[in-house]
């Protein structure tokens, strides 16, 4: 079992819409979790993260974890043609560094206008 | 203050040549962290360094491959005699030497071997 996983779509929605974007993971002991935007030809960016369970809400994206169910989501509000880009779920690992990390496999997002 | 750089930004090899691929981390960052994106799968970690240490290389191919980061000058991955299946896209992260912070990405080298 990977230790995250993520449908990788793809997922082509309208503009305007609410797009959510979700990924599970296997080991109980992980703590953050982060959502990262990727542009095509481009490196990741951080886009969000959260500790432990809840939601955390930047403008309009939203990030949620459940812990219960190791499901980890990020919302979209009003999504916008300039969203269009692949977002990958990650999760640190190694200590106290954030730079290792074990990503989903991205799903690729497409808001048309 | 400029991001992570790396070069060259494209870089095609023939098969059995050597590719070297350069990251220059963000200015106060010491620590650099590597990634391969291959076609139609996810980002990996390959290896973890700090100014003249290899710190986690879990990620790393047992063989051809090869990572420093010397006291000075940039980041190195160095990968002898290519073979197709190391066309990719890598990336190079950087962070500071502090505890739970963000890594930041460069635009990556596109590596292809022909």
């Known amino acids: 079992q990977k230790e995250v996983e993520q449908d990788p779509g793809p997922l082509s929605v309208p503009e305007g819409a609410i797009v959510s974007l979700n990924c599970t993971y296997s080991?109980?002991?992980?703590?953050?979790f982060m959502w990262y935007r990727q542009y095509s030809r481009k490196g990741p960016e951080l886009l969000m993260y959260t500790y432990s369970s809840g939601n955390k809400e930047d403008g309009r994206f939203t990030a949620q974890v459940d812990k219960s169910s190791k499901y980890i989501s990020l919302f979209i509000r009003d999504s916008q043609p300039s969203d269009s880009a692949t977002y990958l779920c990650?999760?640190?690992?190694?200590?106290?560094?954030?730079?290792?990390?074990?990503f989903g496999q991205g799903t690729i997002l497409t808001v048309h206008p | 203050n400029a991001g992570v750089m790396q070069n060259p930004r494209h870089l095609v090899r023939r098969r059995g040549q050597e590719a070297r691929l350069r990251c220059s981390p963000m200015?106060?960052?010491?620590?650099v962290y590597w990634y391969r994106q291959l076609p139609e799968e996810g980002l990996k970690f390959m290896v973890y360094?700090?100014?003249?240490?290899?710190?986690?290389e879990s990620g790393m191919p047992k063989e051809r491959f090869s990572a420093e980061f010397p006291k000075e000058g940039p980041s190195i991955l160095r990968i002898q005699q290519v073979v197709r299946g190391d066309s990719a896209a890598y990336f190079c992260?950087?962070?500071?030497?502090?505890?739970?912070?963000?890594?930041?990405f460069g635009q990556g080298t596109r590596l292809t071997v022909v």
């Open positions: 080991n109980s002991a992980f703590q953050y």
């Open positions: 200015k106060g960052h010491s620590h």
């Open positions: 992260a950087s962070s500071p030497p502090v505890p739970d912070t963000e890594a930041f």
């Open positions: 360094l700090q100014k003249e240490n290899i710190i986690d």
């Open positions: 990650a999760i640190p690992g190694g200590g106290t560094s954030y730079g290792k990390l074990t």
